[in-house]
């Protein structure tokens, strides 16, 4: 699933009541080509979805699009929350047509981007329904023998989905989601710099120019219903949503590009911590406290670089990187009292990648 767009199999089949019948589904759906035995009996339905829908089918381009509008909600035991939402189903065609429509529905200013199923609200209910919290940006997994392409892809799509649960969190009532969804949208323009020497700049300008207009609304919105249905923000989510689907920067690759793109990423990261490595330590080795608070914007883009970057090396990397996320809290907060103690501790630490040979 990539910003709420997925591709997987989908089953309809008539019910005489409102009961599980698992007898029904077709043979293809089980590993063995039939239904196990006492399966039926064992399964117990956690949560319940009852909605109204109007369905419309259209063409757009050269392709058929089913536009469904569903009404109701979804309950389990004690708890509820209503159903409202607008699906797009691709029927035949081309991905390019089922977004292009999508942008057009997006301008009517009364529809978001989500990525909240269904069954994702129910079973959040089944389990309590408890207030979803507030995460943060963490080291981007990535995986082994992954090329540069892969690299790029995880830390844009671990990005969007930030940014789509957060905006979730923020309709919900709390406040404090806003400040990831800015820091969501700081990782996008961090992973494209990051990958800038190979994804050339004129690739991004449009999506880059999304992302400041999106920003500016954000911080200048005071409730999430303010912002977060603005053109300006949804225009942005989607655009995101469309360059990862559509891989929209390798038309802009040259041969040299393409065989960069398509090399290990593990080599990539090590000679790019070294570079961010050599710039955080620049930044603060002979920083004064007073001078601190100018260098917090290029501290907070080498911090999540490195997050970016550091994923194959699994527990390694948090000593190394705490040192310099306190140094910034202590920048954030003029924690003049804890500045000079985590200034050293973070010069100090030996780094945890492959560099120069040393390791």
Not at 260 to 286: C, N, P, T, W, Y
């Amino acid at each position: 699933m990539v910003g709420g767009l997925h591709q997987r199999p989908e089953y309809n089949i008539p019910l005489d009541k409102p009961e599980l019948a698992l007898e029904r589904l077709p043979a293809e759906v089980w590993p063995q080509g039939e239904l196990p035995a006492a399966l039926a009996e064992h399964v117990q339905p956690l949560f319940s979805t009852d909605f109204a829908r109007e369905r419309w089918v259209i063409q757009e381009g050269k392709s058929e699009i089913e536009i469904a509008l569903d009404r109701g909600e979804v309950k389990a035991g004690e708890h509820q929350e209503p159903i409202c939402e607008l699906e797009l189903e691709l029927l035949a065609g081309e991905t390019t047509d089922l977004l292009r429509l999508a942008h057009r529905l997006l301008e009517s200013g009364v529809l978001r981007q989500g990525s909240l199923s269904k069954a994702a609200r129910g079973y959040h209910l089944a389990q309590g329904n408890n207030e979803r919290p507030v995460t943060r940006l963490a080291v981007l997994p990535v995986a082994a023998k992954a090329s540069v392409e892969q690299g790029l892809e995880a830390a844009l799509e671990s990005a969007l989905a930030h940014w789509l649960y957060h905006d979730e969190i923020w309709l919900r009532g709390n406040a404090k989601a806003k400040a990831e969804i800015l820091l969501a949208i700081a990782r996008v323009r961090h992973a494209l710099v990051l990958f800038g020497g190979i994804v050339p700049r004129k690739a991004t300008t449009h999506l880059r120019a999304l992302l400041n207009d999106a920003d500016a609304v954000l911080l200048a919105a005071d409730t999430a219903d303010e912002a977060l249905f603005r053109t300006e923000v949804v225009g942005a989510k989607l655009a995101l949503t469309e360059w990862l689907v559509q891989r929209g920067w390798r038309p802009f690759l040259n041969e040299a590009g393409e065989k960069k793109i398509a090399g290990s990423f593990k080599r990539f990261a090590d000679i790019h911590l070294s570079r961010v490595a050599a710039e955080l330590r620049s930044a603060v080795q002979h920083l004064a406290v007073e001078d601190a608070a100018d260098q917090l914007p290029k501290l907070s883009r080498d911090i999540d670089s490195v997050q970016l970057l550091a994923g194959a090396y699994g527990d390694a990397v948090a000593p190394w990187l705490e040192n310099w996320q306190e140094l910034q809290r202590a920048i954030e907060h003029d924690d003049r009292s804890v500045f000079e103690y985590f200034r050293r501790q973070a010069l100090a630490a030996e780094p945890f990648w492959l560099h120069s040979g040393k390791r």
